[in-house]
């Protein structure tokens, strides 16, 4: 998924003087409504795999499972509650390292956008806003990859 969203931001790149603006406009919707699924398969993937890794009981897994099957719209305050779930010190970790750099303030402002445009209202998103918080957002996933994996 990521270098599927990378391919597309570098062709709209390579192509931009021949799109017009309106064409520019729904390219950029759609790159943040597939930034807004990578940040939740991505948190879904990561932490399904740190169940497989740590949870022995098939019950136990299976639930945590169904349960992480049903997030969406991970913002901020979600992914902070997700992360003291499974274990209290990374709530701390996770929330420090989302407010550097204005990782959470990405993050967040990709799914606002996101629900925006699901529901017609109007989106202020262009190319360069979601290079900007792209960037934030992979290092973000990364960072989240990084403490499961402690």
């Not at 021949?18 to 879904?44: T, W």
């Not at 699901?118 to 190319?127: N, P, R, V």
Request: aromatic share 10%; charged share 25%; hydrophobic share 35%.
């Amino acid at each position: 998924m990521y270098r599927n969203i990378q391919g597309v931001i570098s062709l709209i790149e390579h192509n931009s003087d021949a799109l017009d603006q309106e064409m520019l406009s729904h390219l950029s919707k759609y790159i943040c409504v597939r930034c807004s699924g990578f940040i939740e398969k991505s948190v879904g993937y990561i932490f399904s795999d740190y169940i497989d890794r740590n949870c022995s009981h098939l019950l136990i897994c299976k639930y945590s499972k169904g349960q992480l099957s049903k997030l969406q719209n991970v913002n901020s305050e979600k992914l902070i509650k997700l992360c003291d779930s499974f274990d209290s010190s990374w709530k701390e970790k996770i929330k420090n390292y989302g407010q550097e750099n204005n990782r959470f303030e990405s993050m967040n402002y990709i799914i606002k956008e996101r629900n925006n445009i699901a529901h017609g209202k109007d989106s202020d998103i262009t190319l360069s806003k979601i290079k900007m918080h792209w960037i934030k957002i992979v290092e973000l996933v990364d960072y989240i990859e990084s403490i499961c994996h402690e």
